[in-house]
């Protein structure tokens, strides 16, 4: 039996939670009562209940049936089942600090025709009395102040017990030895079955419980009702209607959690044949159908009705310039060094030849060999021709001649100088050309693809536009066929 917590409101918020910060409608749950209850003249289908204290509630009210003899009629002559209500977001009567223990999810009233509040003696039966006393429940005719006879409340009683005890409906009571007269051995009850028509709520769940029972079956059916949270929501809405047409439920398709209240029972019992259904091939368990062009259905056309499927291609081309980039970082780190030593050999050198304009290369005719030798042969006879062409020509011309020859000059000397280098640096200036041809390529791929993913969008959007035009028209047929009241096939699209 559940420990429950003292009569305060320290300890009521410790246990259940605070009604005034909204933690107890989270912890609701639905409980069926195994007989039949009614409310202002309509029947009780379920009680919200907090979910601690709902398998006792639903434990004493089983002990009631049980002790009426499953008899309808003795539950209706006791009066239990003038169900008075349960929870009541509500303050104590004449009090603006103290919660009711209704606000908690946590009490029952019955029968307050005859057991109203402030009636000097109730009516309520005893054996209903000892159902909530067994399960620990305080009962409000034990108040000393003004006692509320027909108040049940899952608060500690004091240690108080129940004056009878608990009805033998439907046990085989035990057998005494055939000689000696004794007792036979006391064998362990079987593992008691979950109490039912209480859906244990998920910690994360905060919508309705009866909801998200029916949302967690569904997905284990393979239908998609969305997030498993028990709130109500367009997902939710196509799944259990996709589940109704498969299985032809003939039922008011529901457009909110209080709708689904009132079809909750046969969509539940529909579930359980679901789930217990033998299928032609052996295996237990009915699944959502699936039509053969649903199964069979080509890659590549999903993959156009549905471009998220397709491999992203505009991030391959990001990843091959990121390794190109990677790459040529990886040279230059590697050549960096020997790059500087020639950039500065070379700066060095041109330093030279503007401080000697008579023997401007010998230096380089010196460390390269016979090409160095010659164009510095060349340099030192060039000043005695210029001068001769400009006694019989004009200056103008004989300047622009004189600056193409030092271009020129300047030009063997590099190519004089790279044909001299090592293999490093001819290995930078192959790299700085492949560079540069993956540059003129890079642009171009981009621009074929850009083109092609464009066209792919307008072709995309047209068959979109399609699709939406074929749903619009399946939708008003099955409308149509809602309104006729025949079973809609959603596997084959088509109404029967």
């Known amino acids: 039996m559940t420990p429950w917590p003292k009569d305060t409101q320290a300890a009521r918020n410790s246990f259940y939670g605070d009604p005034g910060k909204g933690q107890i409608a989270p912890q609701m749950v639905p409980v069926v009562p195994p007989f039949a209850m009614y409310?202002?003249?309509?029947?009780?289908?379920?009680?919200?209940f907090h979910r601690k204290a709902a398998p006792a509630l639903l434990a004493a009210l089983n002990e009631i049936w049980d002790?009426?003899?499953?008899d309808q009629k003795k539950i209706d002559a006791a009066g239990i089942s003038n169900y008075a209500g349960a929870y009541n977001h509500r303050m104590v009567r004449g009090s603006s600090t103290k919660w009711s223990n209704h606000a908690y999810a946590a009490a029952i009233d019955l029968n307050a025709g005859e057991n109203a509040l402030g009636v000097k003696k109730g009516t309520m039966p005893q054996f209903v009395v000892d159902a909530f006393c067994r399960q620990g429940a305080m009962w409000g005719g034990?108040?000393?102040s003004r006692p509320d006879w027909m108040h049940f409340e899952f608060v500690d009683n004091g240690g108080r017990k129940p004056k009878s005890p608990a009805p033998m409906f439907g046990r085989v009571p035990l057998l005494a030895h055939p000689e000696t007269g004794a007792p036979v051995d006391e064998l362990e009850d079987p593992a008691p079955?979950?109490?039912?028509?209480?859906?244990?709520l998920d910690p994360d769940v905060r919508g309705d419980a009866a909801l998200y029972d029916v949302q967690r079956r569904l997905k284990a059916r393979r239908y998609s009702p969305g997030v498993l949270d028990g709130r109500w929501g367009s997902g939710t809405s196509g799944a259990l209607s996709g589940f109704m047409n498969d299985r032809g439920l003939v039922l008011p398709l529901p457009s909110s959690v209080d709708e689904l209240h009132g079809i909750a029972d046969q969509v539940r019992a529909e579930l359980g044949k679901a789930e217990t259904?033998?299928?032609?091939?052996g295996s237990v368990g009915w699944y959502r159908p699936v039509s053969a062009a649903r199964a069979g259905a080509d890659p590549k056309i999903v993959a156009q009705l549905a471009p998220e499927v397709a491999p992203a291609r505009r991030n391959f081309l990001?990843?091959?310039?990121?390794?190109?980039?990677?790459?040529?970082g990886a040279v230059w780190h590697t050549v960096s060094d020997s790059v500087t030593r020639a950039w500065d050999f070379f700066h060095g050198s041109s330093r030279r030849r503007r401080r000697s304009s008579r023997h401007g290369l010998g230096d380089l005719g010196s460390r390269h060999g016979a090409a160095g030798r010659r164009l510095a042969c060349a340099r030192r006879r060039r000043p005695r021709f210029h001068r001769l062409q400009f006694l019989a020509?004009?200056?103008d011309v004989d300047a622009r001649r004189h600056n193409g020859g030092k271009a020129m000059i300047e030009l063997r000397a590099v190519l004089a100088a790279l044909q001299a280098s090592g293999l490093v640096v001819k290995l930078i200036a192959a790299a700085i050309a492949a560079l540069a041809l993956l540059a003129v390529y890079g642009v171009w791929h981009h621009r074929v693809f850009q083109s092609g993913y464009d066209r792919a969008l307008a072709d995309i959007a047209a068959e979109d536009m399609r699709a939406i035009g074929k749903a619009t028209e399946l939708r008003d047929v099955w409308r149509d066929c809602r309104k006729r009241g025949g079973r809609w096939i959603q596997s084959e699209g088509r109404c029967a």
């Open 393 to 395: 020509r004009d200056p």
């Open 277 to 281: 259904e033998i299928q032609p091939d």
């Open 142 to 144: 034990w108040y000393n």
């Open 39 to 48: 409310y202002e003249g309509r029947r009780v289908k379920a009680i919200m």
């Open 318 to 328: 990001v990843a091959l310039w990121s390794s190109i980039a990677a790459g040529a």
């Open 193 to 200: 079955a979950a109490a039912p028509n209480v859906q244990p």
């Open 67 to 70: 002790y009426c003899q499953h």
